[in-house]
């Protein structure tokens, strides 16, 4: 099994920056991707970015050249890096572990003057 807890989120202004982190524990040598993803409410949960085990990244449309997704392995810990944030990113962000399909709690990001 593997446990996930994400922290970071907060309120921000438009253009700002913010750096989420995601803590992993439990059967870590089982996970293949680490994911983020974000859900606003009446909205379906979307995929913002992913880091594979060998340490390759991908990315939506949408966040590229904003996001970027990375890790500390010393750590256990899987970060979100956010700039130029605008108010469309305002969402609960997630992340997940596969092919276990662990997710954690959720951390609200609210991009608002």
């Known amino acids: 099994q593997v446990q996930l807890v994400e922290s970071g989120g907060g309120l921000v202004q438009p253009g700002g920056s913010l750096r989420l982190s995601c803590a992993i524990s439990g059967s870590i040598w089982s996970i293949a991707v680490m994911g983020w993803y974000r859900q606003t409410p009446g909205k379906q949960r979307e995929w913002v970015a992913n880091i594979i085990r060998n340490g390759g990244t991908s990315y939506a449309d949408f966040v590229q050249g904003r996001f970027t997704v990375s890790r500390d392995t010393a750590k256990n810990t899987v970060y979100l890096q956010m700039n130029n944030l605008k108010p469309e990113d305002t969402a609960v962000y997630y992340c997940?572990?596969?092919?276990?399909?662990?997710w954690g709690q959720g951390t609200q990001v609210t991009v608002s003057s």
């Open positions: 997940r572990a596969s092919p276990m399909d662990s």
